[in-house]
């Protein structure tokens, strides 16, 4: 299997511009999580979906934010419009549902590090 | 609310020495999982070890190994015979059997020769 895979690995933009983050999961799994690290506030989680629906998006910021999973194998994180406090990696990570039979481990992408000027 | 604790920002071992990692967590809940994760320079989230709630024997992978008391809501992290790859940031989490992950703030391990 590929892993999860993250886009872009490395994004620069200028403040006010539209940022699009995008993750492909792994087949087969039906949670998926967006994070946001940052030095300062550590591993946040901003959102996470079950079967393509939104369970919790409590974790994001304001209004700027969004996400969405149209299908199984791919979500978005928008940022728009971006501002500098915005920079950060972005992690996107997915599982199968927790029980005996799975672990709940989380896998993740490699990130994709945002740096807003 | 649920909130993990690790109360170590940086922890400092020489090679071929033992490490503990501390970690509390706060829950009402009485089935989750916990786990340690790893995050070396190149920024990639390792998992180390697991552990379910409902099972009493701690986990044990090679070199790693837990602590995790129940009662107590603590799940330490035990890395014996430190390797220099073993340098990272190590990040306790917490999961609720319905799904959501949440992590502690990390305590930066250095394996020095």
């Known amino acids: 299997d590929a892993g999860v895979i993250q886009s872009p690995r490395h994004e620069v933009t200028e403040m006010g511009q539209e940022v699009t983050l995008r993750c492909k999961p792994i087949?087969?799994?039906?949670?998926l999580f967006w994070y946001r690290q940052t030095m300062m506030r550590g591993l946040e989680l901003l959102i996470y979906?079950?079967?393509?629906?939104?369970?919790?998006d409590s974790g994001m910021p304001e209004d700027r934010f969004s996400a969405k999973m149209p299908n199984a194998s791919f979500s978005t994180l928008k940022i728009q419009p971006s501002e500098p406090r915005d920079s950060a990696v972005y992690f996107c990570a997915s599982s199968s549902g927790v029980g005996p039979l799975n672990t709940g481990e989380l896998f993740f992408g490699e990130g994709s590090r945002l740096t807003v000027l | 609310a649920q909130t993990v604790t690790q109360s170590q920002p940086e922890m400092s071992v020489q090679e071929a020495e033992t490490v503990t990692l501390s970690c509390t967590y706060d829950t009402s809940e009485s089935n989750y999982y916990l786990f340690w994760y790893k995050q070396p320079p190149s920024r990639q989230m390792i998992l180390v070890i697991r552990q379910e709630a409902y099972k009493q024997q701690n986990a044990t992978e090679n070199r790693f190994s837990v602590n995790f008391q129940k009662a107590a809501k603590s799940f330490s992290l035990k890395i014996s015979d430190s390797q220099l790859g073993d340098t990272a940031m190590y990040f306790c989490?917490?999961?609720?059997?319905?799904?959501?992950?949440?992590f502690g703030a990390g305590t930066q391990v250095v394996v020095t020769p």
């Open positions: 087949s087969g799994h039906d949670y």
């Open positions: 979906f079950n079967n393509n629906v939104p369970i919790d």
């Open positions: 989490a917490f999961r609720y059997s319905w799904g959501k992950l949440q």
